[in-house]
Nanobody, 117 residues
Framework: QVRLVESGGGLVQAGGSLRLSCVAS????????MGWHRQAPGKQQELVAA???????NYAESVKGRFNISRDSGKNTVYLQMNSLKSEDTAVYYC???????????WGPGTQVTVSS
């Protein structure tokens, strides 16, 4: 019953910026972490950035210094600010929510980010 709604994807020129948003709703008793994963054609899914309920963040090495993950005060919305975008950032980006209880992880439908050069 948890729903994740993503927005902000699109087409951008290399060197440009995009901000992805993910809003979680539904029966959420607690959030352990929220984050973003991405998958490009022919590649494995990889974690891009994550933020825990305590504010600890984790980034893929390839995006450090360029991307920033944040959340709102209600802890039900997570953002991914993407700067200095490169062609290799082109992928489908998925929002993920890890609940504090239970074993299920919840995923958004994905949003396409395309960086042109």
């Amino acid at each position: 019953q948890v729903r994740l709604v993503e927005s902000g994807g699109g087409l951008v020129q290399a060197g440009g910026s995009l901000r992805l948003s993910c809003v979680a709703s539904g029966s959420i008793s607690g959030i352990r972490a929220m984050g973003w994963h991405r998958q490009a054609p022919g590649k494995q899914q990889e974690l891009v950035a994550a933020i825990t309920s305590t504010g600890n963040t984790n980034y893929a090495e390839s995006v450090k210094g360029r991307f920033n993950i944040s959340r709102d005060s209600g802890k039900n919305t997570v953002y991914l600010q993407m700067n200095s975008l490169k062609s290799e950032d082109t992928a489908v980006y998925y929002c993920k929510l890890a609940s504090l209880s239970g074993t299920a992880n919840y995923w958004g439908p994905g949003t396409q980010v395309t960086v042109s050069s």
